[in-house]
């Protein structure tokens, strides 16, 4: 009967288009004890509630309490129908009355039929993907009523007017009857040549055309690396906060993503010391996000040497995850990890969604690199889970020589002038003039991650400020949770959206903050 209320419960919330933390806070409203934990347990069917709270979820969902525990004998479910209630109730009960359908076995006695329920593997109970998360769900829940949200939660160019090379569309018109079939595992000859050719200008060591692999996107190649390496208990280092995807993937192959803190105090670059505490007899690799992806840091030689060298004493794989390399501002140059560490396995992943605003093609690569002796067995497995998924997309891949070639035409927005660099200026000085918000300046990529005073504003979760902004000013941002940032007082903007657009957007959010005070 659990399951049966379950079931019941989230569909009268959907009707209702109410969430957890809505029950939750009418509760509080009418002085009855319920929290998000209770919800949590009711909608998993791991227990039902007692009289009182049943009542009160009726009442609020506005559904009959012996309808909610499965009693069909009501003649309206819901106080409140639709017609596509109805069908839902029609679905529901044939669910139950099926689930309690009796038949007879050889014996001619009587026993119970069982209905087989599906669920997700296990293996996705603690992976979490933010970025597209719950507050994304309601943003489209409001969109979906017509209502328009400014959304700074993406990195996807392309919604906010970047534009791609046209010489880049014009190859790929000429060569798509050229694309319909397969291409070699790791991808295209002429797109791996101009990828090898683009490492040695970042001065990677011991890179073949063979070293080389296409995927769609780099997000593709992330998960076929973490699950080509890891077995179940291997630890991995990943920062804090970190692109999600990393820590998904990694838990997903069923290793342990170990996050070490990278320092606000201190550009953001990494711990160097919390990297060492954490690393033990498990630990097979560390990954470095350079430039960064949310903080916008990128970091110097002098840092990236000190990795290299705990990287050295204790034989760890470097992944690094450099698909902003060609967005760097102010006069900065961006360094290859996997430059300096010539007799250490390195895998570097870069790709075109970004620099080429043509996120949409999917088209990325990793790049293995200097001493690859000692990771033949892992390379094997690279190369099955390659041939697996048979190979990326094709036109895409064939636009790749042409982009890196020649002129390059983001540099056009990263200076003084440009779009991405004028941004920036604009959003950082913005939101850092708003009582409460203080923020690193970004150097690279696209984003910044402003810190918010939790005490100012008694922020204890960090969802429910982006969620009670996305509401109130109907825009959307990510809280610093998704990105495995343990405390909540950080959020990631996104400053692609034009200047006009970003200064609306920040003046909401400094109204938003002047009245601000989370509820618990």
């Known amino acids: ?301 002098e840092v990236l040497q000190q990795i290299v060298d705990i990287a050295r004493e204790h034989h760890l794989i470097i992944f690094s995850d450099e698909i902003y390399d060609r967005l760097v501002m102010d006069g900065e140059e961006h360094i290859s990890i996997a430059s300096m560490a010539p007799d250490l396995f390195c895998v570097t992943f870069s790709g075109l969604s970004k620099s080429h605003m043509i996120a949409g093609f999917r088209i990325g690569w990793m790049i293995l690199s200097g001493n690859k002796a000692i990771a033949r067995d892992y390379i094997e497995g690279i190369k099955m889970l390659s041939n697996m998924r048979l190979c990326s997309n094709v036109p895409a891949q064939s636009i790749v020589q042409t982009a890196l070639g020649g002129h390059q035409s983001v540099e056009s927005y990263i200076v003084p002038g440009g779009r991405i660099y004028e941004q920036r200026e604009f959003i950082y000085n913005a939101l850092t003039d708003i009582p409460g918000i203080t923020a690193v300046k970004p150097k690279a990529a696209f984003y910044m991650f402003p810190k918010i005073d939790t005490k100012k504003f008694n922020i204890v979760n960090d969802e429910k400020f982006a969620l009670d902004l996305l509401k109130e000013k109907k825009i959307l941002l990510v809280h610093g949770g998704g990105f495995n940032w343990h405390q909540p007082d950080h959020f990631r903007v996104v400053y692609l959206p034009r200047i006009e657009v970003l200064k609306e957007a920040a003046g909401k959010i400094r109204d938003f903050l002047e009245y601000y005070q989370q509820e618990i």
């Not at 049966?4 to 002085?31: C, H, P, S, T, W």
């Not at 820590?247 to 160097?272: F, N, R, S």
Request: glycine share 6%.
């Open 1 to 301: 009967m659990n399951n049966i209320f379950a079931e019941r419960l989230k569909i009268a919330m959907e009707q209702k288009n109410m969430k957890q933390i809505d029950l939750v806070k009418k509760a509080a409203e009418q002085g009855v004890k319920l929290g998000k934990s209770h919800v949590s347990q009711y909608l998993s069917g791991k227990t039902t509630p007692r009289s009182e709270i049943l009542h009160f979820l009726a009442n609020t969902l506005e559904v009959e309490a012996d309808w909610l525990k499965g009693n069909d004998t009501a003649v309206e479910p819901l106080k409140k129908d639709t017609n596509e209630a109805r069908v839902q109730m029609e679905n529901m009960k044939f669910d139950y009355n099926y689930n309690n359908n009796m038949k007879e076995n050889e014996n001619n006695t009587v026993e119970e039929a069982q209905v087989r329920e599906f669920k997700k593997s296990s293996k996705l109970d603690n992976v979490l993907y933010d970025v597209r998360g719950p507050v994304v769900e309601e943003a489209a829940r409001m969109e979906d009523a017509g209502t328009q949200v400014l959304k700074l939660n993406i990195g996807n160019p392309a919604p906010f007017g970047f534009r791609t090379p046209d010489e880049v569309i014009y190859d790929m018109r000429q060569q798509l009857t050229e694309c319909e079939g397969y291409s070699p595992a790791k991808g295209l000859f002429s797109a791996r040549k101009a990828i090898m050719q683009y490492a040695q200008l970042k001065k990677l060591p011991n890179v073949s055309i063979e070293d080389i692999y296409t995927g769609n996107g780099v997000s593709e190649l992330i998960n076929l690396s973490m699950s080509a390496l890891l077995d179940n208990g291997d630890e991995i280092l990943i920062p804090s906060p970190d692109y999600p995807l990393w820590t998904a993937c990694a838990t997903l192959a069923g290793g342990k993503a170990v996050h070490y803190i990278c320092d606000e105090q201190a550009e953001w670059y990494p711990d160097m010391d919390d990297i060492r505490r954490k690393i033990n007899s498990r630990t097979k690799a560390i990954v470095i996000i350079n430039p960064n992806n949310p903080t916008g840091a990128l970091y110097p030689r």
